[in-house]
């Protein structure tokens, strides 16, 4: 089983926005999958399903960015998963809109929501899927709570549905697999 995580926070005035990139790639899969997210558990809305005979559970945190490892720490105990059995999908600022890059671990590189993670479950060794939303122009906070101009938008349909399949080479394959075949992957778009 695997656990499929996507970061964001919840609410109406976050959807869209370039820090929730991980929650639209949990819907995509959602959508692909037939999964419904339609339960409320561990901190979060989840749903399980399964991709190429492989049962997975979806997870959107709902304790917003910087809490989210709470709610992923309640599920590795409730179905004992192993670090490698959970895939974090969320924003990266410093990769550009477009550009897709799997890790097997590392630190958290400023990013709350990863160091939530690491906090909560004691290690910083877990597979993740880092969909690239630009450096910003002006400050942090409201670059990632900002939201994606029309020519970005084109982009992120392609590398959502790359990380998709980034994901269900991990699960198949395992993330050095997913790693060579898709570090460096850049939509068609940004040229």
Same mark, same amino acid.
């Given at each position: ?20 990139? $991980?929650?639209?790639? =949990?819907?995509? +899969? ?5 999964? %419904? *997210? ?5 901190? &979060? /809305? ?63 590189? $400023?990013?709350?929501? =990863?160091?939530? +993670? ?5 290690? %910083? *060794? ?5 969909? &690239? /939303? ?58």
């Amino acid at each position: 089983m695997f656990l499929i995580v996507g970061l964001g926070n919840p609410g109406k005035e976050y959807d869209g926005t370039r820090h929730n990139i $991980g929650f639209e790639a =949990i819907d995509y +899969i959602s959508n692909k999958y037939n999964i %419904d *997210i339609n339960r409320t558990k561990f901190k &979060g /809305v989840y749903g399980e399903g399964f991709i190429n005979n492989n049962k997975v559970i979806l997870l959107k945190p709902t304790t917003y960015m910087n809490l989210s490892g709470e709610s992923i720490r309640e599920v590795i105990n409730f179905y004992k998963l192993e670090n490698d059995e959970v895939i974090v999908i969320y924003d990266d600022i410093s990769l550009e809109v477009g550009k897709l890059r799997i890790r097997e671990k590392g630190s958290a590189g $400023g990013h709350n929501g =990863i160091k939530s +993670i690491i906090a909560n479950i004691g290690t %910083d *060794i877990f597979p993740r899927v880092k969909i &690239g /939303v630009g450096q910003p122009t002006s400050d942090l906070v409201s670059h990632v709570l900002g939201r994606f101009n029309k020519e970005d938008m084109d982009s992120l349909i392609e590398v959502i549905d790359a990380s998709s399949k980034a994901v269900e080479v991990i699960i198949k394959d395992g993330t050095k697999e997913a790693m060579n075949r898709f570090n460096g992957f850049k939509t068609s778009k940004k040229e």
